[in-house]
């Protein structure tokens, strides 16, 4: 019922936004439903302005259709349609979904090469684009908003502990032993997570270099299966469920629910997004630092890099030339250093091109930011194998919950740890032959 | 029976319903069918493949014992939330049909949740029970020593969204108490008090009777509001955990539909939910709607 409602809602949307295009003949317009409301949407807004300040002949026309989800069900609806956006802002755990759509949708690079718009994967932070790469390499989607997931940690809290604010724990070993301490100087609880799949699994996986499926981690066929109950992932979250009995560890709940409980003070370290960043900023009321995610050093390979999450967007089909030179010319626009450099120097997002990279680091914005630059040398610590480019799984925004489930159940000890990742691998899998089935 | 009104012709009256089953046809009718025919496909997203695959969608539910666990989950669960808000807007209705001073002021108060957006409601329960941050789970677990964590404890979780859901729906049921307590005759109750009828006897033997058609009313409608409309609620408090221990039947049709793209097991749960729910209502009228005294 919801579905078609929204159906008829983006049926009259689009209705309406395509009728000045076609009384007036030029420019062309472009339209690009997102998933950024509040200050981020100003931003996406002062973006779309530059462009269409910056010439005459197009225009591209920003809309904001709610969260990730709201947003790529309003893209899905109007496809159903007929009448798609030209472009459309998915997040990471859609793309598979988005690539098994032919037809439905035009790869970037496709786009790029017919409309002759000078175009260079390499340009391009490997394990940003590689996400929404295929096996091969070519870039289906354009990389929009990156973020990487790292630990925030209240340094006055490391101070009272008597820890060294400037050495963070780098490996988990340490990071257990300064929980401890923090509790034991007083602290409800030494350390938390959001995003327990996302942080716990799929980067941690790939911070130690280990598989998190079959088929590259998914990138080579529908046929994969995951491989994330292993001896190292079994010995973290035996690790976590013990520090939880001991309440050195707390859980938050699912998503970012966890956040309220770094920012009231009371649990000092704590894993989250780099996306994050600005949101702390504004809520924390002492002085904290952000560092690179923690690894068992025994584990080879180790750190490798992390992957990352947020969203890319999606060029819909079914568009003529004109539209699509449009949009590639904005593509063009995006990718420049300067747009990339605003970008993530307003909103804490990863800048996606090296050259903006070493633009921000030239401006000196690391210099009173330090905690996105950890983010980004994560990113590029080592160059990705085929463990770490990123996952690609159908149906993963439903495995995420199948993961938050197990993982709930493992800590009110209903299951052991090596049960609850079992369980999680049988029931992903499940969901995994569903997904090809249906995709075939 | 009084006799009917008759209209003169045969098309007004049609005529009349007609905005109505249009709207009735639009937003019910179509959806529902479009809900039947999808159950028996699966598809991907964009609706590029469709396979036909009978009723596969609805045999791979009930070989789910997640989902079966589920089902029974939502028929306590609705049980729950019905008679807790029932029994207890029955027994602020009776307190505010007293003559009390400020009895006005009192019916407002009660009746000011229901303006309240269910997912705001959900929000307000969220912050006065999160177990780090609330208001309440804090007091219980220094006040009483409750350790209270719903993010883990599976019975607090149930509890928890049973209560909140439940408060929501305490103001509807309030103000149609109170409007059937005020037609209940004086006459009736006094006659009765002379008799020697004392308060509760009162209430049992003559009023509650009296009350039966509101009653049987709200039932259905709360059993309906507890199986349909709760999900904002849960969606805000517990997103269906810890592990599913709050995944009640409309709350996974909504994720599987809306946020997992899995249209055709989540149409054919939304057809199950919906016979069920015809199946109920259909044994209360015929069972339960005998005991009623209009």
């Known amino acids: 019922m919801r579905n078609m409602r929204k159906m008829w809602i983006a049926v009259t949307a689009v209705a309406l936004l395509a009728l000045p295009a076609l009384v007036l003949a030029a420019p062309v317009t472009v339209n690009w439903w997102h998933a950024h409301g509040g200050a981020l949407g100003e931003k996406v807004n002062e973006i779309c302005d530059g462009f269409n300040k910056s010439q005459n002949q197009y225009q591209v026309v920003p809309t904001y259709k709610g969260n990730y989800s709201d947003t790529m069900n309003a893209g899905i609806a109007a496809f159903r349609a007929k009448t798609p956006p030209h472009i459309l802002q998915v997040f990471e755990v859609g793309t598979a979904t988005m690539m098994a759509a032919k037809g439905a949708i035009k790869p970037v690079f496709q786009l790029m090469a017919e409309q002759g718009e000078k175009f260079d994967p390499k340009a391009y932070i490997p394990t940003i684009t590689g996400y929404y790469s295929t096996a091969k390499g070519e870039m289906l989607s354009m990389p929009y908003n990156s973020s990487t997931a790292v630990f925030y940690y209240n340094k006055d809290a490391f101070r009272k502990a008597g820890l060294d604010v400037n050495k963070p724990p780098a490996t988990w070993p340490e990071l257990f032993e300064a929980a401890r301490k923090l509790k034991a100087a007083g602290f409800d609880y030494g350390f938390t997570t959001n995003w327990i799949s996302w942080i716990q699994l799929e980067n941690f996986s790939a911070w130690h270099n280990l598989p998190y499926g079959t088929k590259t981690n998914g990138f080579d066929g529908l046929d994969t299966e995951f491989t994330i109950n292993g001896p190292v992932q079994v010995r973290h979250f035996t690790n976590i469920a013990n520090l939880n009995k001991e309440k050195v560890f707390v859980y938050g709940g699912r998503e970012n629910k966890a956040n309220s409980l770094f920012t009231s003070g009371q649990v000092p370290i704590h894993f989250e997004s780099i996306g994050g960043y600005g949101n702390m900023k504004a809520t924390c009321k002492f002085d904290f630092g952000v560092a690179r995610l923690p690894y068992y050093p025994d584990v080879k390979g180790a750190p490798q890099n992390s992957i990352i999450g947020g969203a890319s967007l999606w060029v819909m089909g079914k568009k003529n030339q004109q539209e699509y030179k449009a949009v590639a010319k904005f593509f063009s626009f995006l990718s420049t250093p300067e747009i990339q450099a605003f970008w993530h120097q307003q909103t804490g997002y990863l800048p996606i091109t090296k050259a903006a990279y070493e633009l921000t680091k030239d401006q000196g914005y690391y210099e009173d930011n330090p905690g996105p630059e950890v983010a980004i040398q994560q990113l590029l610590n080592k160059p990705p194998t085929p463990n770490t480019l990123g996952i690609r799984f159908g149906f993963m925004p439903q495995i995420r919950e199948i993961i938050d489930e197990e993982w709930e159940a493992i800590l009110a000890e209903k299951k052991s740890p090596q049960q609850g990742l079992d369980d999680m691998v049988k029931r992903g899998n499940e969901k995994l032959r569903e997904f090809e089935r249906i995709n075939k | ?294």
């Open chain 2, 1 to 294: 029976m009084a006799k009917q009104y008759e209209f003169p012709g045969k098309g007004l009256p049609y005529l009349l319903v007609l905005p109505q089953m249009v709207v009735v046809f639009m937003f019910f009718f179509w959806p529902a069918a479009q809900a039947m025919w999808q159950s028996l496909y699966i598809q991907d997203a964009f609706g590029l493949s469709l396979t036909f695959v009978g009723l596969e969608n609805y045999l791979k539910l009930f070989k789910d014992p997640l989902y079966l666990d589920s089902l029974v989950r939502s028929f306590v669960y609705a049980g729950l939330v019905a008679f807790t808000a029932m029994t207890v807007a029955l027994f602020l209705a009776v307190q505010a049909n007293r003559r009390i001073r400020g009895a006005l002021f009192y019916k407002t108060m009660l009746v000011w949740p229901y303006a309240v957006a269910t997912l705001v409601a959900g929000v307000l329960w969220l912050f006065m029970f999160n177990p780090n941050i609330g208001v309440v789970s804090y007091l219980l677990s220094k006040r009483f020593g409750v350790a209270w964590n719903y993010l883990l404890d599976d019975r607090q979780a149930f509890l928890l969204v049973t209560l909140a859901a439940s408060w929501k729906q305490i103001s509807y049921n309030f103000v149609f108490f109170v409007a059937g307590l005020q037609n209940v005759p004086v006459s009736l109750v006094e006659a009765s008090a002379i008799d020697g009828a004392g308060s509760g006897k009162r209430f049992w033997r003559i009023i509650f009777p009296l009350l039966s058609p509101t009653t049987f009313y709200l039932l259905v409608m709360n059993l309906v509001y507890a199986f349909f409309e709760t999900f904002p609620i849960i969606h805000q408090v517990t997103q269906g955990g810890p592990n599913q221990a709050t995944t009640m039947l409309v709350y996974k049709v909504y994720r599987d539909g809306v946020f997992n793209l899995d249209l055709g097991s989540s149409s054919a749960q939304s057809v199950v939910l919906m016979i069920l729910v015809i199946a109920l209502t259909i044994v209360q009228f015929r069972f339960v709607e005998r005991r009623v005294t209009y």
